[in-house]
């Protein structure tokens, strides 16, 4: 646990688990380097020893997918089905979607004249989305929509 100076700016630096956690206050304060400290440790805390995950973005879901499907054979439909979320949902928290948005969202695309088969191939890329989002350690609720 340290807190020291780097020419004008405060520093933030201590270890937690055999790894050094380093960040600037960019701030010429000590107080408001100790209370960054404190923060880091409290996020520290309550994502791996309490379990809480932190929260995602639509878009940046959407995002972070594509960004490591570059090479997948469905790649095409991902990137078609990512764009209509952006265009339909507004960049809201991937977890507060419910069901309801979802089957809006289907009504939604039915009268933009989207065949089902279509659809449903979206909503699995949807649900795709929510499984990395998962996997790369963000909290995610999937809903359940078929």
Same mark, same amino acid.
């Given at each position: 646990?340290?807190?020291?100076? &780097? ?30 400290? &404190? ?44 764009? &209509? ?14 069901? &309801? ?46």
């Amino acid at each position: 646990m340290s807190v020291y100076k &780097r020419g004008k700016y405060w520093i933030v630096q201590f270890n937690h688990n055999k790894k050094t956690y380093t960040r600037s206050s960019k701030s010429t304060r000590k107080r408001d380097a100790l209370e960054l400290e &404190r923060q880091m440790r409290q996020q520290l805390v309550d994502t791996q020893v309490l379990g809480h995950r932190e929260h995602l973005k639509l878009h940046e879901a959407c995002d972070a997918l594509v960004s490591t499907s570059n090479d997948s054979g469905a790649y095409d439909t991902l990137v078609t089905a990512t764009n &209509r979320f952006k265009d339909y949902f507004s960049d809201i928290v991937l977890d507060a979607i419910t069901n &309801r948005d979802l089957s809006r969202w289907v009504e939604y695309e039915r009268k933009r004249g989207i065949k089902d088969i279509t659809i449903r191939l979206w909503s699995r890329q949807f649900n795709k989305i929510c499984r990395n989002a998962n996997r790369l350690g963000y909290y995610t609720v999937v809903p359940e929509y078929s």
